[in-house]
Protein backbone atom coordinates (compact mmCIF):
# COMPACT_ATOMS: atom_id res chain seq x y z
CA UNK A 1 0.00 0.00 0.00
CA UNK A 2 1.09 3.68 -0.52
CA UNK A 3 3.27 4.86 2.06
CA UNK A 4 4.77 8.08 2.90
CA UNK A 5 7.41 8.60 4.59
CA UNK A 6 9.11 12.23 6.63
CA UNK A 7 12.48 13.43 7.50
CA UNK A 8 13.52 13.97 9.60
CA UNK A 9 11.93 12.53 12.85
CA UNK A 10 13.28 15.18 14.92
CA UNK A 11 14.13 18.43 14.83
CA UNK A 12 16.26 20.73 17.26
CA UNK A 13 17.02 24.50 16.28
CA UNK A 14 17.80 27.83 17.51
CA UNK A 15 15.55 29.96 17.83
CA UNK A 16 16.20 32.44 14.60
CA UNK A 17 17.25 29.43 12.47
CA UNK A 18 15.42 28.13 9.93
CA UNK A 19 13.89 24.80 9.45
CA UNK A 20 12.64 22.25 6.70
CA UNK A 21 10.73 18.77 6.76
CA UNK A 22 10.40 16.56 3.61
CA UNK A 23 8.16 14.18 2.62
CA UNK A 24 8.20 11.57 0.36
CA UNK A 25 5.29 9.38 -0.76
CA UNK A 26 5.78 5.89 -2.49
CA UNK A 27 3.08 6.93 -4.96
CA UNK A 28 1.59 9.62 -7.16
CA UNK A 29 -0.33 12.06 -5.00
CA UNK A 30 -3.97 14.06 -6.04
CA UNK A 31 -2.55 16.27 -2.94
CA UNK A 32 -0.84 16.43 -0.15
CA UNK A 33 -1.55 18.55 3.07
CA UNK A 34 0.08 19.25 5.60
CA UNK A 35 -0.91 19.33 9.66
CA UNK A 36 0.67 20.68 13.12
CA UNK A 37 -0.05 19.62 16.25
CA UNK A 38 1.13 21.51 19.76
CA UNK A 39 2.42 19.37 22.21
CA UNK A 40 -1.12 17.95 23.58
CA UNK A 41 -3.13 19.29 21.24
CA UNK A 42 -4.98 17.37 18.28
CA UNK A 43 -3.47 17.85 14.06
CA UNK A 44 -4.54 21.50 12.97
CA UNK A 45 -4.50 21.87 8.93
CA UNK A 46 -2.05 24.39 7.37
CA UNK A 47 -2.25 23.81 3.80
CA UNK A 48 -3.33 21.36 1.17
CA UNK A 49 -1.35 22.18 -2.46
CA UNK A 50 -2.37 19.98 -5.67
CA UNK A 51 -1.22 21.37 -8.70
CA UNK A 52 2.34 19.85 -9.74
CA UNK A 53 5.46 22.02 -8.92
CA UNK A 54 2.92 24.45 -6.48
CA UNK A 55 4.56 26.39 -4.08
CA UNK A 56 2.57 28.56 -1.26
CA UNK A 57 3.39 30.60 1.59
CA UNK A 58 2.27 31.52 4.75
CA UNK A 59 3.79 34.02 6.61
CA UNK A 60 7.16 32.47 7.61
CA UNK A 61 6.15 29.10 5.96
CA UNK A 62 6.45 28.17 2.75
CA UNK A 63 5.09 24.88 1.18
CA UNK A 64 6.37 23.39 -2.22
CA UNK A 65 4.91 20.19 -3.63
CA UNK A 66 7.37 18.18 -6.02
CA UNK A 67 6.95 18.27 -10.29
CA UNK A 68 6.31 14.75 -9.82
CA UNK A 69 3.68 14.69 -6.92
CA UNK A 70 5.20 12.67 -4.88
CA UNK A 71 7.22 15.01 -2.75
CA UNK A 72 6.90 17.62 -0.93
CA UNK A 73 8.86 20.20 1.84
CA UNK A 74 7.54 22.65 4.42
CA UNK A 75 10.11 25.36 5.09
CA UNK A 76 10.10 27.85 8.23
CA UNK A 77 12.07 30.76 7.82
CA UNK A 78 13.57 32.26 11.32
CA UNK A 79 11.87 29.65 13.73
CA UNK A 80 10.42 30.93 16.86
CA UNK A 81 9.07 29.34 19.94
CA UNK A 82 5.36 29.32 18.91
CA UNK A 83 6.98 27.12 15.88
CA UNK A 84 7.12 24.21 18.33
CA UNK A 85 5.38 20.83 17.45
CA UNK A 86 5.14 18.05 15.19
CA UNK A 87 4.57 18.55 11.42
CA UNK A 88 2.63 16.35 9.55
CA UNK A 89 2.31 15.66 5.69
CA UNK A 90 -0.21 13.55 4.12
CA UNK A 91 -1.68 12.58 0.71
CA UNK A 92 -4.34 11.19 -0.52
CA UNK A 93 -3.18 8.56 -3.35
CA UNK A 94 -3.99 9.94 -7.34
CA UNK A 95 -6.47 7.31 -8.53
CA UNK A 96 -10.26 6.41 -7.97
CA UNK A 97 -9.48 3.29 -5.62
CA UNK A 98 -10.35 2.71 -1.96
CA UNK A 99 -6.97 4.44 -1.25
CA UNK A 100 -7.95 7.95 -2.71
CA UNK A 101 -11.02 7.79 0.22
CA UNK A 102 -8.41 8.62 2.98
CA UNK A 103 -5.19 10.47 4.02
CA UNK A 104 -1.93 8.37 4.64
CA UNK A 105 -0.09 10.61 7.05
CA UNK A 106 3.24 10.62 7.19
CA UNK A 107 5.38 10.05 11.11
CA UNK A 108 6.08 13.80 11.46
CA UNK A 109 8.79 15.92 12.30
CA UNK A 110 8.62 16.77 15.65
CA UNK A 111 10.57 20.31 15.81
CA UNK A 112 12.18 21.96 19.21
CA UNK A 113 12.63 25.50 19.00
CA UNK A 114 15.02 26.65 21.83
CA UNK A 115 15.19 30.45 23.13
CA UNK B 1 -19.49 27.08 11.38
CA UNK B 2 -18.31 23.51 11.93
CA UNK B 3 -17.19 22.02 15.40
CA UNK B 4 -16.44 18.40 15.99
CA UNK B 5 -16.88 17.05 19.57
CA UNK B 6 -15.21 14.19 21.32
CA UNK B 7 -15.62 12.81 24.75
CA UNK B 8 -14.81 11.93 27.20
CA UNK B 9 -11.14 14.05 27.02
CA UNK B 10 -9.16 11.42 28.86
CA UNK B 11 -10.18 7.82 30.35
CA UNK B 12 -8.34 4.85 32.53
CA UNK B 13 -9.93 1.67 32.01
CA UNK B 14 -8.80 -1.87 33.40
CA UNK B 15 -7.77 -3.94 30.89
CA UNK B 16 -10.87 -6.44 29.90
CA UNK B 17 -13.57 -3.45 30.22
CA UNK B 18 -15.28 -2.26 27.46
CA UNK B 19 -15.05 0.90 26.00
CA UNK B 20 -16.90 3.21 24.52
CA UNK B 21 -15.58 6.55 22.34
CA UNK B 22 -18.57 9.25 21.25
CA UNK B 23 -17.49 11.60 18.29
CA UNK B 24 -20.42 14.36 16.72
CA UNK B 25 -20.04 16.97 14.25
CA UNK B 26 -22.33 19.79 14.08
CA UNK B 27 -22.86 22.40 11.36
CA UNK B 28 -22.59 20.03 8.28
CA UNK B 29 -24.20 17.29 6.29
CA UNK B 30 -23.22 14.42 5.26
CA UNK B 31 -19.58 14.29 6.37
CA UNK B 32 -16.90 11.79 5.91
CA UNK B 33 -15.79 10.40 9.63
CA UNK B 34 -12.88 9.13 10.62
CA UNK B 35 -10.92 7.48 13.44
CA UNK B 36 -6.73 7.51 14.23
CA UNK B 37 -4.63 6.48 17.14
CA UNK B 38 -1.78 8.31 18.05
CA UNK B 39 0.69 5.93 20.37
CA UNK B 40 2.83 8.35 22.12
CA UNK B 41 5.44 10.21 20.31
CA UNK B 42 4.72 8.44 17.14
CA UNK B 43 2.06 9.07 13.81
CA UNK B 44 -1.20 8.67 13.27
CA UNK B 45 -2.80 5.10 12.18
CA UNK B 46 -6.36 5.69 10.28
CA UNK B 47 -8.42 2.82 11.87
CA UNK B 48 -11.81 2.98 10.74
CA UNK B 49 -13.46 5.86 8.17
CA UNK B 50 -16.90 6.30 6.98
CA UNK B 51 -18.81 7.90 3.86
CA UNK B 52 -22.72 7.47 5.17
CA UNK B 53 -24.47 6.08 8.03
CA UNK B 54 -24.04 2.16 8.60
CA UNK B 55 -21.19 2.53 6.06
CA UNK B 56 -17.80 1.80 7.81
CA UNK B 57 -14.54 0.89 6.52
CA UNK B 58 -11.76 -1.05 8.94
CA UNK B 59 -8.64 -0.06 7.84
CA UNK B 60 -6.53 -1.97 10.73
CA UNK B 61 -7.50 -5.89 11.99
CA UNK B 62 -7.64 -5.47 15.67
CA UNK B 63 -9.60 -5.52 19.39
CA UNK B 64 -11.91 -2.19 17.82
CA UNK B 65 -15.04 -1.85 16.45
CA UNK B 66 -16.77 1.15 14.85
CA UNK B 67 -20.44 2.19 13.96
CA UNK B 68 -22.00 5.32 12.91
CA UNK B 69 -25.93 5.73 14.28
CA UNK B 70 -26.39 8.95 12.96
CA UNK B 71 -25.22 10.77 10.26
CA UNK B 72 -22.95 13.14 12.28
CA UNK B 73 -22.03 10.45 15.16
CA UNK B 74 -19.22 8.18 14.88
CA UNK B 75 -18.58 5.74 17.77
CA UNK B 76 -15.65 3.77 18.83
CA UNK B 77 -15.81 0.67 20.71
CA UNK B 78 -14.30 -2.33 22.32
CA UNK B 79 -15.70 -5.38 24.16
CA UNK B 80 -12.59 -6.01 26.04
CA UNK B 81 -9.80 -3.60 26.34
CA UNK B 82 -5.88 -4.87 25.69
CA UNK B 83 -3.28 -2.72 27.21
CA UNK B 84 -1.54 -2.08 23.70
CA UNK B 85 -5.38 0.10 23.15
CA UNK B 86 -3.40 2.57 24.99
CA UNK B 87 -3.17 5.67 23.16
CA UNK B 88 -4.58 8.66 22.25
CA UNK B 89 -7.87 8.60 19.82
CA UNK B 90 -8.72 11.16 17.22
CA UNK B 91 -11.72 11.54 15.36
CA UNK B 92 -11.91 13.75 12.53
CA UNK B 93 -14.40 14.77 9.43
CA UNK B 94 -13.88 15.84 6.14
CA UNK B 95 -16.35 17.67 2.75
CA UNK B 96 -14.58 15.05 0.43
CA UNK B 97 -12.74 12.08 1.15
CA UNK B 98 -9.22 12.74 1.10
CA UNK B 99 -9.34 16.31 1.24
CA UNK B 100 -8.92 18.38 4.16
CA UNK B 101 -9.99 16.54 7.56
CA UNK B 102 -10.93 18.45 10.69
CA UNK B 103 -9.48 16.73 13.88
CA UNK B 104 -11.20 16.91 17.31
CA UNK B 105 -9.90 17.39 20.46
CA UNK B 106 -8.77 14.08 21.22
CA UNK B 107 -8.94 11.54 23.84
CA UNK B 108 -6.80 9.87 25.91
CA UNK B 109 -6.91 6.04 26.76
CA UNK B 110 -4.73 4.65 29.03
CA UNK B 111 -5.37 0.81 30.07
CA UNK B 112 -3.86 -0.93 32.97
Known amino acids: GQQVMQIPQYQHVQEGEDFTTYCNSSTTLSNIQWYKQRPGGHPVFLIQ?????EVKKQKRLTFQFGEAKKNSSLHITATQTTDVGTYFC???????????????FGKGTKLSVIP | SQTIHQWPATLVQPVGSPLSLECTVE??????LYWYRQAAGRGLQLLFY??????ISSEVPQNLSASRPQDRQFILSSKKLLLSDSGFYLC???????????FGPGTRLLVL
Open chain 1, 90 to 104: AGRELGSGAGSYQLT
Open chain 2, 50 to 55: SVGIGQ
Open chain 2, 92 to 102: AWSVIPGETQY
Open chain 2, 27 to 32: GTSNPN
Open chain 1, 49 to 53: LVKSG
